[in-house]
């Protein structure tokens, strides 16, 4: 359940990125061809550059923290599932030792009885002679 969860969170999150890296191509491209076009308005170009790139620093950095905390994330559900089998795996030892305690307590329980009835036909013998 949880791991399934952080695995498309993870998948969504890659998207995203490839969305924002085939977006920042784009317009890097696009302010290439306007900077040949017009040297006219060249700094301005540069400026509007200049901001895109910044623009596209800030989300990829976004990007890589999201991913970061999200494999955080997986890791720390792996962590909890192993935490879980090894406290089933000492739940299940437990109940063995019990189950076998317990066999051998019916097996005492058996020979005592045995042990009883034997006595008792042993004094019936005694007070009949």
């Known amino acids: 359940g ?6 498309q969170k993870l998948a969504l999150q890659e998207d995203c990125t490839r969305e924002a890296e085939s977006l920042s ?3 890097n491209a696009e302010l290439l061809g306007l900077r040949r076009a017009s040297t006219e308005h060249h700094s ?7 901001t895109a790139q910044d623009t ?4 990829q950095t976004k990007v890589h ?3 970061k905390a999200s494999w955080n994330e997986v890791q720390q559900a792996y962590e909890a599932l192993g935490n879980a089998r090894e406290s089933t795996a ?6 063995h030792k ?5 066999g051998l307590a019916q097996e005492a329980t ?3 009885s045995k042990q009883l009835l034997w006595l008792k036909s042993a004094s019936a013998e005694g007070v009949r002679q």
Not at 56 to 59: A, F, P, Q, S, Y
Request: without cysteine.
């Open 2 to 7: 949880q791991v399934e969860q952080l695995q």
């Open 25 to 27: 191509a784009a317009q």
């Open 44 to 50: 301005k170009h540069e400026e509007s550059l200049a």
């Open 56 to 59: 596209i620093m800030v989300l």
């Open 65 to 67: 923290d999201l991913q």
């Open 90 to 95: 000492a739940l299940h030892e437990e109940v």
């Open 98 to 102: 019990h189950v076998y305690e317990a």
């Open 110 to 112: 058996e020979h005592y």
